[in-house]
Each structure stands twice: as structure tokens, then as C-alpha cells.
């Protein structure tokens, strides 16, 4: 895990976007991570989790894939992950979730990394539910969610304009607040693993 606690030195933050949707909120809302982190943030998208095949054991009996390889390699690079999601039928996305237990295989990368979450809906609970299924599975697999306050953005709709920029001046605040948040918390995790 790259964390270090030189704070010359940014944070590595890989980040996932939950839904494979191009006009997604929830990749919206990474754009806008992206735009408003901190300085000691180095947040990267990874893009390709939607080429990683259903979880299936016999599949990774037969020799991890290729896609899976490189996720998992680009997850141990990192000292940190942010997980953007929409919230499907009160939960996570299957491809987020289907990336979690490809992730959570063998010497996981995710044991004992931060992750902070940030979710999007065009309802009134802004992905509140997905957050609750998404810390119980992290706390499973030994990953360290940054406790809450979380970013929810409920009615997604009027918080971002016709180009899917997060326009909201208040929600803009708020994903900047929580991502300095989140730098202090994953240096503060890794000084304790330390």
C-alpha cells in the first residue's frame, strides 16, 4: 500500500466509478472528485472495471484473468480508494460490487486500505442504503471505510447542469471538504499501520 506520511508527498487514491453508464451521475461525480481534490490527493480513475468478468471461482481456479490482474495491481499500487456509486435496488451496483470480490480474492490489496465513498441518486436518499451494504462488505474483507459524515447527492438532476458538471455550489463544497477529509484520514490509517 503507497501511503506515506510526508505530506510533500500526494496520497495515490485509484478511484472507481459504479456505474458503466456514459451519462452516469456517478461518474459525473468522480469528474468533479477529480476537479475539486486536494493537492495531497493523486486520485486516479481506473476506468476498465467493466472488462473484469463475473466473479466465478472456477475462473480464477483456471488462472486469474488478465483484466482481474491488472485491477489487482493497480489496486496494490495505490494507498487509497475512492468508491463512486449510484445506488441500485437499495445497494451497489453489480459492477462495483463484482469488482470488490475480485478484489477481496488471495492476498488482497483492499486489506487494511482506506476508502472513503461518495454515491448519487436522482432519489431523496442519495445512495445512503448503497453506502450501508458497501461498509459491510468493505469491513469483511479488512478494507478501513472513513467513518461518516459520506457525500450523498440525492436528486442528482438539479445538482449537476445539461453537461453533467457538478454545478452545485454546496455539493462542490462538500465533495472538497470530504476529500481533504479523507487525505488526512488515509495518512492517519497508515501512520498507525505503521
Request: with cysteine.
Amino acid at each position: 500500500m503507497d501511503v506515506t506520511d510526508d505530506a510533500s508527498v500526494p496520497v495515490k487514491v485509484l478511484a472507481l466509478a459504479g456505474s458503466l453508464r456514459a451519462k452516469a451521475y456517478s461518474s459525473a461525480l468522480l469528474r468533479a472528485a477529480l476537479d475539486l481534490a486536494p493537492k495531497g490527493l493523486a486520485i486516479t480513475h481506473y476506468a476498465p472495471i467493466g472488462d473484469l468478468p463475473f466473479f466465478n471461482q472456477d475462473l480464477e481456479d483456471a488462472g486469474v484473468p488478465p483484466p482481474v490482474t491488472a485491477f489487482k495491481a493497480a489496486l496494490a499500487g495505490a494507498g487509497a480508494l475512492l468508491l463512486v456509486s449510484p445506488e441500485y435496488n437499495s445497494g451497489p451496483s453489480a459492477v462495483l460490487k463484482n469488482a470488490i470480490d475480485w478484489a477481496s480474492r488471495g492476498k488482497s490489496p483492499l486489506k487494511g486500505m482506506p476508502v472513503a465513498l461518495m454515491t448519487s441518486s436522482p432519489g431523496v436518499l442519495g445512495g445512503a442504503r448503497c453506502q450501508q451494504q458497501l461498509r459491510l462488505s468493505l469491513s469483511g474483507i479488512g478494507a478501513v471505510a472513513m467513518p461518516a459524515p459520506d457525500v450523498v447527492v440525492a436528486q442528482a438532476a438539479s445538482r449537476f447542469d445539461a453537461g453533467l458538471r457538478l454545478a452545485d455550489e454546496a455539493t462542490r463544497t462538500l465533495v472538497g471538504d470530504h476529500l481533504a477529509r479523507f487525505e488526512r484520514f488515509a495518512r492517519a490509517i497508515r501512520a498507525g499501520a505503521g
